[in-house]
């Protein structure tokens, strides 16, 4: 069936440094793909997506793209921010039953002054 | 404000007491669910329903049931719940096969501790 691959964290880093959170997948065809964040207490908000092979999505700085060939979908940013420690869930459409969303495991970030 | 809203956020219960969790969204959606977070295993797909009346099993629905006789509320049910279910529950609603193109909205979540 489809499914997540996400690297574990925690990933610490310090305020302006570069971050990598790694993605994979497997499924059939090509699926939208999508990053979702969750800050402390609250629930996911989508953070960015992309809908076919080659694409990439973009919001708050921090972006990813679609590459059929490594079935990879990793989240970079190149600047981080204390306010972007959160976990991050890398997710895609299972093709076994409509609008259902597969999630990976999350990583979660924390970023030091 | 379009929104899903569920309650309570916490709740702490005793093994064998029944209780709902509610969710309502005001986006006119069809397709709403409800997932399980716990560390290490991510999101789980408790169940689902993509319009009024119409319900099924997600990955993981042992222990819980649904109803959807309204297209805004999803209420999630716990007949008798027992220590296992403890975890952090979430409700997420979108468009009718628009989840697969635009993902979904979440509730801020309900953390349930079950002693």
């Known amino acids: 069936g489809d499914s997540v691959t996400q690297m574990e964290g925690p990933v610490t880093l310090s305020e302006e440094a570069f971050l990598t959170i790694n993605c994979t997948y497997t499924?059939?065809?090509?699926?939208?793909l999508f990053w979702y964040v969750q800050y402390p207490g609250e629930g996911l908000q989508l953070l960015l997506k992309?809908?076919?092979?080659?694409d990439k999505g973009s919001n708050k700085g921090f972006e990813a793209t679609y590459r059929k060939e490594t079935t990879s979908f990793h989240l970079e940013k190149g600047s981080v921010q204390v306010s972007d420690s959160a976990v991050y869930f890398c997710a895609l459409p299972s093709n076994c039953s409509g609008d259902k969303l597969t999630f990976g495991t999350g990583t979660r970030l924390a970023v030091r002054p | 404000e379009a929104q899903v809203t569920q309650n309570p956020r916490y709740l702490i219960t005793v093994t064998g007491k029944k209780l709902t969790v509610t969710c309502s969204q005001n986006?006119?959606?069809?397709?709403m669910s409800w997932y399980r977070q716990d560390p290490g295993l991510g999101l789980r797909q408790i169940y689902y329903s993509m319009n009024v009346e119409v319900t099924d099993k997600g990955d993981v629905p042992e222990g819980y049931k649904v109803s959807r006789k309204e297209k805004r509320n999803f209420p999630l049910i716990l007949e008798s719940p027992s220590p296992n279910q403890t975890s952090l529950y979430f409700c997420?609603?979108?468009?009718?096969?628009?989840?697969?193109?635009?993902?979904?909205?979440f509730g801020s979540g309900t953390r349930l501790t079950v002693v």
């Open positions: 499924a059939t065809g090509y699926p939208s």
């Open positions: 986006m006119n959606h069809e397709y």
């Open positions: 992309a809908t076919k092979a080659d």
């Open positions: 997420a609603s979108t468009p009718t096969s628009s989840g697969t193109l635009n993902g979904y909205t």
